[in-house]
T-cell receptor
Framework: GQQVMQIPQYQHVQEGEDFTTYCNSSTTLSNIQWYKQRPGGHPVFLIQLVKSGEVKKQKRLTFQFGEAKKNSSLHITATQTTDVGTYFCAPDSGTYKYIFGTGTRLKVLA | DSGVTQTPKHLITATGQRVTLRCSPRSGDLSVYWYQQSLDQGLQFLIQYYNGEERAKGNILERFSAQQFPDLHSELNLSSLELGDSALYFC??????????????FGPGTRLLVL
């Protein structure tokens, strides 16, 4: 089925290091959402980006929507062990809805 | 707690069998979505219902079917089960549908193991 690539697939960081995951689409997006899934848990909505070039912050998390609305990034500053999990983007291209990215699994080493 | 409930939490069955997974959306949410997540895999969208009507279809096999009842709960029926159907099945709900901007609230999932 339709998939949206996220890179990297896995990331191990030392606690306190920064982390970034990227979501790339070949088509222009209407909007993009980000979700986090803790190990053994269910996806939890984090944020939605709609406007070109939009940047939103949630404490140590910074979300960005590309100017061309074809890519997005999630950056975590000074990771903590509570940041462990898989981060999914969920882009909406209008044609394909409810397609989730392949996910980036983050492990934080204390 | 998202407010979305799913039963059962775990299900073990044999190949060729049929099972029904149940989902109750958050109070007030009219839209229900079903997703399949295989081991170490991403989320595969199966199907969406809005206020009792099928709204969108994803990669749902013909052996699978779903419906949403007047009280808005939904059931996902999986038949002629195969080993490859073993996965975590999530239900999500949202208040609205169709805009693509709706926030989805996920339930805890049903873990299906087909032996």
């Amino acid at each position: 089925g339709q998939q949206v690539m996220q890179i990297p697939q896995y990331q191990h960081v030392q606690e306190g290091e920064d982390f970034t995951t990227y979501c790339n689409s070949s088509t222009t997006l209407s909007n993009i959402q980000w979700y986090k899934q803790r190990p053994g848990g269910h996806p939890v909505f984090l944020i939605q980006l709609v406007k070109s070039g939009e940047v939103k912050k949630q404490k140590r998390l910074t979300f960005q929507f590309g100017e061309a609305k074809k890519n997005s990034s999630l950056h975590i500053t000074a990771t903590q062990t509570t940041d462990v999990g898989t981060y999914f983007c969920a882009p909406d291209s209008g044609t394909y809805k409810y397609i989730f990215g392949t996910g980036t699994r983050l492990k934080v080493l204390a | 707690d998202s407010g979305v409930t799913q039963t059962p939490k775990h299900l073990i069955t044999a190949t060729g069998q049929r099972v029904t997974l149940r989902c109750s959306p958050r109070s007030g949410d009219l839209s229900v979505y079903w997703y399949q997540q295989s081991l170490d895999q991403g989320l595969q969208f199966l199907i969406q219902y809005y206020n009792g009507e099928e709204r969108a279809k994803g990669n749902i096999l013909e052996r699978f079917s779903a419906q949403q009842f007047p009280d808005l709960h939904s059931e996902l029926n999986l038949s002629s089960l195969e080993l490859g159907d073993s996965a975590l099945y999530f239900c999500a709900s949202s208040e609205i549908a169709g805009s693509g901007e709706e926030t989805q609230y996920f339930g805890p999932g049903t873990r299906l193991l087909v032996l």
